[in-house]
């Protein structure tokens, strides 16, 4: 029997067609009725990712899918090489035909509404030409909703594409009869601005600014909303990219540059200083720092001797090396960290649209109060007309220009004012998951410290001088390219002023270096190459270092003259907000962890001097992703803040990823906020005004209903008046807009006095 075959296959779909996210739930739950299908179908990322029997075809996956209104097809590749083409001319390619309808809708209805609005300027024969102007709006311009609404009536479902098809077609359907069958089409009809309440058979009434109006403005929300919208493939570009595009393979004794897919198991490859390392090997020749710190969260850089292994995409921060390449293509770490932030992404429940939860209600109340208004008139022998006339009424009423407004008018403020404060959120999906977060996962290096290794502290012997020792050993690391040598350098620099030149350098690999500076023969390294020189730490240094190194910080040796003199403290310093972020995370009802690569000792540390309890280190980036996870799954929603590529997988698996604007492209990709200056502060601000955001959204949505909810009396009383209609359309979209701009007001904690 074909149900004992195991599930052991797995494809990912790139859908198409797709409106709203109750059409990715319409096709998730169709091919999860296939016997031997698990799927998942994300609305943001387009994908459906499909795990299936091996004895189902993937042309049948499609099928279904085809079979419930939408497109299929196995997705095209990422390119090796980083140039998957024009990303602005592809955007361009996908937004052409919406802004192509779009613009027909504005350029089109603007005069029609004009002409209803002012009846100073309805001239003998206008509304012919508003039938003309509105046709190809509601035919050519608002097809899409159509097509959607077809697509929901045929498995019995509403959305807000149904709700604007009806309406659209209501009014525009109506205005035709009664333009060639009614007096509505008489020379010189018009539609005098009175709000009174009267009962007329419909035949005088056109609706036409309200078909044009609601079209443009829908399509004017969506063309938005489209722009903002993350692209999928956008932060797997970004890692894609992150690797070496060209390496020199030592090749019969000669070196050789080729480009990276070209090499094989096996190959000897040269890394520069200053190189990326060109995929995960092994160091057959030199020694070097490495720095790894975008991969593993580890801010210390990586000494590496023959034998160790190498990462591809790190970058060699010291001495020439030999690499034997072990592993290529897409068994390399990036390529799986890339497929880690694909799955997660893909596994991301996007938010459902407010409008399409309320139109899934609202339609159908609407069409059944439509029904029961003509039943109701028809049996009461009010005449066909008439009782078709207040029917069809409710209809048209029940299509709000507003709530084509509600979200992309508070979107467009809410995100330009964040764009003012360092703050860019990507899209209307994002905001619903700020209001349910409770725990927030900060990464270490980047976001709570600088991600620069800094000369924090100075201990020196009884009886020496800080700037003598400062600008000896500063002098002499300043010859070198470690990363700790000139994080020394530069802070000596910064305290002391020019440093004088070294008369002779030697690099020590492993231990430090060594050299003549003003005459003195100066040590700056490990205690052991002090050691080697027959000189030992006085006691009060001893301690100096041990205290530091129990901190997680690299203490430094520095000797001359044949004495130790002073011990330098080195370290990935805490930025001066983050304890202020944390307190104002903490006010925000958050719970901070701080989640991280480095060690524990370095980690807690920070935890200690920012006001963070709970702690997770060593960590590497498969394993947090690990840790959202199992966070989600004790029922916590997540929010986590990074800036590396070691953060991306997690900033899309979780629930709220918030990226630093001053990291990775491939983080920046994979978060929803991107808080641009780099201060972790500005993440609280970034939640508190998604908050803000989202309540002004909702807000909108009960109004845009809500002052058409209360005319719909009128309509089934037969009493709408076509001024009525507009007056109604017109207050509500104007209170839209109104409430929407009060996030022009939102202000920075620091600025609004917040603590």
Same mark, same amino acid.
Do not use: C
């Given at each position: 029997m074909t149900t004992t075959t195991p599930i052991n296959a797995e494809v990912e779909l790139a859908i198409g067609g797709m409106t709203c996210a109750s059409c990715a739930a319409r096709i998730e739950k169709k091919l999860n009725r296939m016997d031997g299908v698990e799927a998942t179908v994300n609305y943001s990322t387009e994908k459906a990712k499909v795990s299936y029997r091996g004895d189902i075809a993937v042309d049948e996956l499609i099928a279904t899918v085809e079979?419930?209104?939408?497109?299929?097809?196995?997705?095209?590749?990422?390119?090796?090489?980083?140039?998957?083409?024009?990303?602005?001319?592809?955007?361009?390619?996908?937004?052409?035909?919406?802004?192509?309808?779009?613009?027909?809708?504005?350029?089109?209805?603007?005069?029609?509404i004009v002409l209803a609005m002012v009846p100073a300027w309805q001239f003998e024969y206008w509304q012919w030409l508003s039938l003309t102007l509105t046709a190809p709006v509601v035919t050519y311009a608002a097809w899409p909703f159509h097509r959607a609404a077809y697509t929901n009536a045929k498995h019995g479902a509403a959305t807000m594409d149904t709700l604007i098809s009806v309406g659209t077609s209501a009014a525009f359907l109506w205005s035709l009869w009664a333009l060639f069958f009614g007096s509505a089409g008489t020379p010189g009809m018009t539609h005098a601005f009175e709000l009174t309440i009267a009962r007329t058979d419909g035949a005088g009434n056109i609706y036409l600014e309200a078909a044009a109006g609601v079209t443009a403005f829908i399509l004017a929300g969506r063309y938005f909303e489209a722009r903002s919208k993350r692209k999928a493939g956008a932060a797997l570009?970004?890692?894609?990219?992150?690797?070496?595009?060209?390496?020199?393979?030592?090749?019969?004794?000669?070196?050789?540059?080729?480009?990276?897919?070209?090499?094989?198991?096996?190959?000897?490859?040269?890394?520069?200083?200053?190189?990326?390392?060109?995929t995960d090997g092994t160091v057959v020749e030199g020694s070097s720092a490495v720095d790894a710190s975008m991969l593993t969260g580890e801010s210390v850089p990586v000494e590496v001797t023959p034998g160790d292994g190498v990462t591809g995409a790190t970058l060699n921060a010291g001495g020439r090396l030999v690499v034997e390449a072990t592993r290529i293509g897409s068994d390399t770490q990036l390529a799986r960290m890339a497929k880690l932030v694909e799955d997660a992404q893909n596994g991301k429940a996007a938010a459902q649209r407010l409008a399409d939860r309320i139109s899934a209600i609202f339609v159908p109340v609407v069409i059944a109060l439509a029904l029961g208004t003509l039943g109701f008139w028809l049996g009461n022998g009010a005449g066909l007309t008439a009782a078709f006339t207040a029917a069809v009424a409710v209809l048209i009423i029940a299509c709000p220009c507003?709530?084509?407004?509600?979200?992309?008018?508070?979107?467009?403020?809410?995100?330009?004012?964040?764009?003012?404060?360092?703050?860019?959120?990507?899209?209307?999906?994002?905001?619903?998951?700020?209001?349910?977060?409770?725990?927030?996962?900060?990464?270490?290096t980047g976001t709570v410290t600088t991600g620069r290794m800094t000369l924090l502290k100075v201990h020196t012997a009884e009886g020496q001088d800080e700037a003598e020792v400062l600008r000896l050993a500063g002098a002499l690391e300043h010859a070198s390219e470690h990363p700790i040598a000139q994080a020394v350098a530069a802070g000596a620099a910064?305290?002391?002023?020019?440093?004088?030149?070294?008369?002779?350098?030697?690099?020590?690999?492993?231990?430090?270096?060594?050299?003549?500076?003003?005459?003195?023969?100066?040590?700056?390294?490990?205690?052991?190459?002090?050691?080697?020189?027959?000189?030992?730490?006085?006691?009060?240094?001893?301690? @100096?270092?041990?205290?530091?190194? %129990?901190? =997680?910080? *690299?203490? $430094?040796?520095?000797?001359? #003259?044949?004495? +130790?003199? &002073?011990?330098?403290?080195?370290?990935?310093?805490?930025?001066?907000?983050?304890?202020? @972020?944390?307190?104002?995370?903490? %006010?925000? =009802?958050? *719970?901070? $962890?701080?989640?991280?690569? #480095?060690?524990? +000792?370095? &980690?807690?540390?920070?935890?200690?001097?920012?006001?963070?309890?709970?702690?997770?280190?060593?960590?590497?980036?498969?394993?947090?992703?690990?840790?959202?996870?199992?966070?989600?799954?004790?029922?916590?929603?997540?929010?986590?803040?990074?800036?590396?590529?070691?953060?991306?997988?997690?900033?899309?698996?979780?629930?709220?990823?918030?990226?630093?604007?001053?990291?990775?492209?491939?983080?920046i990709e994979a978060g929803d906020l991107t808080l641009v200056r780099g201060d972790l502060r500005t993440a609280a601000d970034a939640i508190r005004l998604a908050r803000r955001t989202l309540g002004t959204i909702k807000s909108n949505l009960f109004w845009a209903f809500a002052y058409n909810i209360a005319a719909l009396p009128l309509a089934a009383s037969g009493l709408l008046n076509p001024m009525i209609a507009g007056a109604a359309m017109a207050f509500s979209s104007v209170f839209v807009v109104g409430n929407s701009l009060r996030l022009r007001g939102f202000r920075a904690a620091e600025r609004a006095g917040m603590r």
């Open positions: 079979a419930t209104g939408y497109t299929a097809a196995p997705p095209a590749p990422p390119r090796s090489d980083g140039g998957a083409g024009d990303p602005t001319a592809e955007e361009a390619d996908e937004l052409r035909p919406l802004r192509q309808r779009l613009t027909t809708a504005v350029v089109l209805a603007l005069p029609v570009k970004a890692l894609l990219e992150l690797g070496a595009k060209e390496v020199t393979v030592l090749r019969g004794g000669r070196e050789e540059l080729i480009r990276t897919e070209d090499l094989t198991v096996g190959d000897r490859f040269l890394v520069r200083p200053g190189e990326k390392v060109a507003a709530l084509g407004l509600a979200t992309p008018t508070a979107l467009m403020v809410g995100t330009g004012r964040g764009a003012q404060l360092g703050i860019l959120i990507k899209g209307p999906e994002v905001l619903e998951s700020t209001r349910e977060v409770d725990t927030i996962l900060l990464d270490k910064e305290r002391v002023g020019p440093l004088p030149t070294p008369e002779d350098f030697a690099n020590v690999p492993g231990l430090g270096v060594q050299g003549i500076v003003d005459g003195h023969a100066v040590l700056v390294g490990r205690e052991k190459l002090l050691a080697e020189w027959a000189m030992r730490l006085p006691l009060a240094l001893e301690r @100096a270092k041990a205290a530091a190194e %129990a901190q =997680g910080r *690299t203490a $430094i040796a520095v000797a001359w #003259d044949g004495e +130790a003199r &002073a011990v330098l403290e080195v370290a990935d310093a805490v930025k001066e907000t983050s304890a202020e @972020a944390v307190r104002r995370l903490r %006010a925000l =009802g958050l *719970t901070p $962890i701080l989640l991280t690569g #480095d060690n524990r +000792a370095v &980690a807690e540390s920070v935890a200690a001097e920012v006001g963070i309890d709970e702690v997770i280190a060593e960590v590497m980036p498969q394993d947090k992703v690990d840790v959202v996870k199992r966070l989600q799954k004790q029922g916590l929603s997540v929010a986590m803040v990074g800036d590396g590529v070691n953060d991306a997988a997690a900033l899309a698996q979780a629930d709220l990823g918030l990226a630093m604007g001053t990291g990775t492209d491939a983080a």
